[in-house]
Every structure is written in C-alpha cells, then in structure tokens.
T-cell receptor, first 110, second 111 residues
Framework: NAGVTQTPKFQVLKTGQSMTLQCAQD?????MSWYRQDPGMGLRLIHY???????DQGEVPNGYNVSRSTTEDFPLRLLSAAPSQTSVYFC?????????FGQGTRLTVV | ELKVEQNPLFLSMQEGKNYTIYCNYS?????LYWYRQDPGKSLESLFV?????AVKQEGRLMASLDTKARLSTLHITAAVHDLSATYFC???????????FGEGTQLTVNP
C-alpha cells in the first residue's frame, strides 16, 4: 500500500497564480484533511472532509478550496496565491482519529 | 475552542539523561496522539492514547494520558542521538476525527 500520496513535492508560484495540490489515499479512510505547517506554529487545519461529497472549513481556510468527489482523492486548490501561503502543506487520512500523513508539499509564493 | 500547549518548545539534552515533554489541552477529550517529525520529513505516528490512564511504551519513549488533568506526557529514558526530532502532540475531538496540534517540541540529544 502506498498510504497517502501527495504531489508535487516542491512548487514555486508567482503571486496571483492558481494551482492544485493533489492528495490520494489507498486505505479507504473516510476522513481526510489538509494542514499547513509554518515555523513555530505546529500544524494548522485548512479544510477537512468526513466522506465523499462532504467538506468543511478548518482553522485557516481563507484562500483555499477543496472538493471530495471520491473517497480516495482530496485536492487542495489555491485560488490566487499570496506570499502568506508560502508553507509546507500536509495531507492526511485518518482512522479512528489517528492521522496518516503524506510526504508534504513545500510551496513558495514569490 | 480547543487549545493544545506543549512545553518545553525546545529541549537540548545529553545522551543518557531522562526528560519529560508535557502536553496540556483546554477541553474534554479522551483521545491523544503523539507524532515524530524529522527535519524535512513528514509526521510519523508514535502513540495513540484513547482512555484515561492509558500508558504506552516503545523503546526509550513512554507516553501517558490523564484526561482529568487534561495532560499527556512523553517521557524519554536514557536519551540517544537518534531521538533528536520534533515531537508533536495532537488532541482529538470527542466526536469525529478532527485533530488540534500543539506547537511541537524540538528535541536535540547531544553526545
């Protein structure tokens, strides 16, 4: 099993550009989530989903959109990238609360 | 709003010494998770604590949960260099899978 797969691993964007971070899991978990990690701030929840067709906002949702058309996939869209969105992004899928993380996407917005 | 606080945030210790990392949280929960993160890497699950009084041990690490005090501890015994990493605690909501993370404790074990 691959677990949770994120792509790309690295990305540089110009301010105002849009992009989609991909996340796929093969563990058949209903719950998936996106976090951003910034120095000294731990992980902050952006959006989460409790199953296909259901999404909700986390702690820091502004500037991001998500959708969940299948159990396996949970893409994160940056609508108009800003330098404040420079961060490391982690996707996770969870079973009974225990989260399994992807390898992360390091995003730089210039 | 659930808040999770870890202390210390930075810990430098010598090999062979013992130390404890603390994780306090603000609202009722009986689900607490510890993760390890190496520099530039993802998070790896260490312990899952699902009830008051739960204690789990793996090698030189032992985690415990006191839900009445809203406190979890991660105890390091006879530290070795390989334990150098950042350790996060995360608290689960009473229903659902949503987690709130602490800021992390950056541990450095010196020879």
């Amino acid at each position: 099993n691959a677990g949770v797969t994120q792509t790309p691993k690295f990305q540089v964007l110009k301010t105002g550009q849009s992009m989609t971070l991909q996340c796929a899991q093969d563990m058949n978990h209903e719950y998936m989530s996106w976090y951003r990690q910034d120095p000294g701030m731990g992980l902050r929840l952006i959006h989460y989903s409790v199953g296909a067709g259901i999404t909700d906002q986390g702690e820091v949702p502004n500037g991001y959109n998500v959708s969940r058309s299948t159990t396996e996939d949970f893409p994160l869209r940056l609508l108009s990238a800003a330098p404040s969105q420079t961060s490391v992004y982690f996707c996770a899928s969870s079973y009974w609360g225990e989260a399994f993380f992807g390898q992360g996407t390091r995003l730089t917005v210039v | 709003e659930l808040k999770v606080e870890q202390n210390p945030l930075f810990l430098s210790m010598q090999e062979g010494k013992n130390y404890t990392i603390y994780c306090n949280y603000s609202t009722t929960s009986d689900r607490l998770y510890w993760y390890r993160q190496d520099p530039g890497k993802s998070l790896e699950s260490l312990f899952v604590l699902l009830s008051n009084g739960a204690v789990k041990q793996e090698g030189r690490l032992m985690a415990s949960l006191d839900t009445k005090a809203r406190l979890s501890t991660l105890h390091i015994t006879a530290a070795v260099h390989d334990l150098s990493a950042t350790y996060f605690c995360a608290v689960g909501e009473t229903s659902g899978s949503r987690l709130t993370f602490g800021e992390g404790t950056q541990l450095t074990v010196n020879p």
